[in-house]
């Protein structure tokens, strides 16, 4: 499972501190909102390279579990709307990018090292987090992902 992957997994389930940031687009998404789903949270830049490295594998994995109750939140931590939109839009990635204009959100996470990311069950609670850059499109990663979901769909 997660131990498998490199997460450091809490002993007791915390509950996923909740935000409302925009996207792209404007709109304004509430993690809690994403209850009954399993989500990762992941905090990046555009000026990071193991974000970037590890971003196209994340795109395969949205793309192949999007139709499972899974959804994938990437963090911008500081950056312009406008160095965000154009480092997505030349990548043609298409999972939701959220701006953390202010930090606030990374430092409530305690994200102080980039990319740094969380996955979130589907009733709201962080089950582990993991630093550094990964290669998310592999099928342990996916079967651990799957576990999380809920059995009584």
Same mark, same amino acid.
């Given at each position: 499972?997660?131990?498998? $992957?490199?997460?450091?997994?809490?002993?007791?389930?915390?509950?996923?501190?909740?935000?409302?940031?925009?996207?792209?687009?404007?709109?304004?998404?509430? $993690?809690?909102? $994403?209850?009954?789903?399993?989500?990762?949270?992941?905090?990046?830049?555009?000026?990071?390279?193991?974000? %970037?490295?590890?971003?196209?594998?994340?795109? =395969?994995?949205?793309?192949?579990?999007?139709?499972?109750?899974?959804?994938?939140?990437?963090?911008?931590?500081? =950056?312009?709307?406008?160095?965000?939109?154009?480092?997505?839009?030349?990548?043609?990635?298409?999972?939701?990018?959220?701006?953390?204009?202010?930090?606030?959100?990374?430092?409530?996470?305690?994200? %102080?090292?980039?990319?740094?990311?969380?996955?979130?069950?589907?009733?709201?609670?962080?089950?582990?987090?993991?630093?550094?850059?990964? =290669?998310?499109?592999?099928?342990?990663?996916? =079967?651990?992902?799957?576990? $999380?979901?809920?059995?009584?769909?």
């Amino acid at each position: 499972g997660l131990m498998q $992957l490199g997460f450091q997994v809490f002993r007791e389930p915390v509950v996923a501190p909740d935000f409302t940031l925009e996207n792209l687009n404007g709109e304004e998404i509430t $993690l809690s909102s $994403l209850k009954g789903k399993v989500v990762l949270l992941n905090f990046w830049a555009t000026w990071c390279p193991p974000c %970037r490295a590890e971003m196209p594998s994340m795109q =395969e994995m949205y793309l192949l579990l999007e139709d499972e109750n899974f959804e994938l939140l990437a963090v911008d931590v500081q =950056e312009p709307k406008k160095t965000v939109a154009d480092f997505i839009e030349k990548n043609g990635y298409t999972f939701p990018i959220l701006l953390d204009t202010s930090g606030r959100t990374g430092a409530v996470y305690g994200a %102080r090292s980039i990319p740094t990311t969380y996955i979130i069950d589907a009733d709201g609670f962080a089950v582990g987090f993991i630093t550094g850059s990964r =290669e998310w499109n592999n099928e342990v990663v996916y =079967e651990t992902l799957r576990s $999380l979901l809920p059995k009584d769909l």
